[in-house]
C-alpha cells in the first residue's frame, strides 16, 4: 500500500506541470541557501578579524580606548550583503534561462 502510493506521488511529480514548479523550488531554496551561507561567512570572518585587532590594540596600549566594532562591521556588512546578493540574483538567472528552455 505505502510503496503504490509512493509510486503514485513520484509519478505525479514526473508530469510536466509539477517538475517545473518543483524545479523552481528548489533553485530558489538554493539561491537562498547561498546567499545566507555568503553573508554569515563573511560576517563571522570580519568579526574574527575585529577581536584580533581589539586584542591586539588593548595589548599594545591598555589605556587606550577600545576599537569601535561598527567601524569595522558596518561596511563588512555591507560588502557581504552585496556578493551575496549578486551569487543569489545569478543563480536565479540561471533558473529562469533553465525554465525558459534556452540552452547554452
Given at each position: 500500500m505505502v510503496g503504490a502510493a509512493a509510486r503514485r506521488r513520484v509519478a505525479a511529480l514526473r508530469q510536466p506541470g509539477p517538475a517545473a514548479r518543483?524545479?523552481?523550488?528548489?533553485?530558489?531554496?538554493?539561491?537562498?541557501?547561498?546567499?545566507?551561507?555568503?553573508?554569515?561567512s563573511r560576517d563571522r570572518r570580519r568579526g574574527r578579524s575585529y577581536v584580533?585587532?581589539?586584542?591586539?590594540?588593548?595589548a599594545a596600549d591598555p589605556s587606550s580606548r577600545p576599537l569601535n566594532m561598527d567601524d569595522w562591521m558596518e561596511p563588512a556588512?555591507?560588502?557581504?550583503?552585496?556578493?551575496?546578493?549578486?551569487?543569489?540574483?545569478?543563480i536565479l538567472l540561471a533558473a529562469w534561462w533553465r525554465s525558459t528552455g534556452r540552452r547554452a
Open positions: 518543483l524545479a523552481r523550488a528548489l533553485w530558489i531554496a538554493w539561491a537562498i541557501v547561498v546567499w545566507n551561507v555568503g553573508v554569515r584580533t585587532a581589539a586584542y591586539r590594540a588593548a556588512v555591507t560588502r557581504a550583503f552585496l556578493a551575496s546578493d549578486r551569487r543569489g540574483r545569478a
